[in-house]
């Protein structure tokens, strides 16, 4: 859980799970941003911790935080990490099995986020930001639609970041050359991700990254076919190129990214006219097919969910 003692270094930057009933009333409802750090309890290899994206987040969420504490009137207040999320990597090679993976139904997820959406809605709050960096599309677009319901409901703005495409989001340039050659489609676990890990939780990497097999792919369907394999260890790319000061490059800049949106939305308000990245993955056949084989896996545990609650008498 992020707390004072780990994060703050600007004024007014608060995390919820610290505070009193008296010390939340106070908050000016007005110029004060909630961020809700997400993490995804996801396979990431035999090299990262599953809660790599959860690590992650909190760093990014922390950085935010941090600059909206620093602007004149304004105060960011930290919602404890939310463990949860939907697509897990293993789904890509169809593997819905898999240590380290433990993840929750769309549906589940979106529930979750329009609860919590109601909660800070009915008390007042006006500025939500969802601080969620997995790339899963079925997971993006029930947080948008979640954020689309606070924003239809309540007189204010809630945002998916990580929904939202900016080429400096997810286009960092961190790698020499010859390194990105080799890291190929580097979406999981591999040379860029093992590098963010090692900046920001070096202590839970494991030292044997350094001598990792790779799994180089060039797109989507490489990556399927490389992880449909039965000895495939739960990453891509190659983890043996990482380096902390990729890490650094990355965190930074995407922190940079991150807090101009933030302040953006604040200044401005209006967000629709940048694309959804959830929306922009479906032009992919692809993505289409994982996404669509993941929400049939989806309907199986819901089916077998409600034979057990209708055999109780619960349903």
Known sequence: MITKSNYQTAPRVYSLAELNVAQIQSLDRDKTVVLIPGGILEEHGPYLPCFTDGYINERLTCDVANAIGSRPGWSALIFPTIPLGTGGANEIGEKYIFPGTYTVRTTTLRTVFMDLATELGEQGFRWIFIVHLHGAPNHNKVLDQACAY?????????????????????????????????????????????????????????PAYKEAIPYRG???????????????LGYFS??????????????????EALT????????????????????????????????????EEEVRRQQKQDEWLKKRGLG
């Not at 997810?170 to 590098?195: L, N, R, Y």
């Not at 060039?218 to 495939?232: F, G, H, T, V």
């Not at 302040?263 to 479906?282: C, H, N, T, W």
Request: proline share 4%; charged share 25%; aromatic share 8%.
């Open 150 to 206: 606070f924003n239809d409901t309540y007189e204010g703005r809630m945002v998916n970041l990580a929904g939202l495409i900016l080429p400096s989001l997810f286009e960092v340039a961190s790698m020499t050359e010859e390194d990105q050659k080799a890291a190929g489609f580097d979406v999981h676990a591999g040379t860029e991700e093992t590098s963010w890990m090692l900046f920001v939780q070096p202590g839970l990497v494991d």
């Open 218 to 232: 060039e797109n989507w369907d490489d990556l399927r076919q490389i992880s449909k394999a039965p000895n495939w």
């Open 238 to 255: 190659s983890p043996a190129n990482s380096k902390v000061s990729y890490g650094k490059i990355i965190t930074e800049k995407i922190a």
């Open 260 to 295: 101009a949106l933030v302040f953006k939305v604040l200044d401005e308000g209006d967000l629709d006219s940048i694309p959804r990245y959830a929306e922009l993955m479906q032009e992919s056949a692809s993505n289409i097919a994982i996404d669509g084989t993941a929400l």
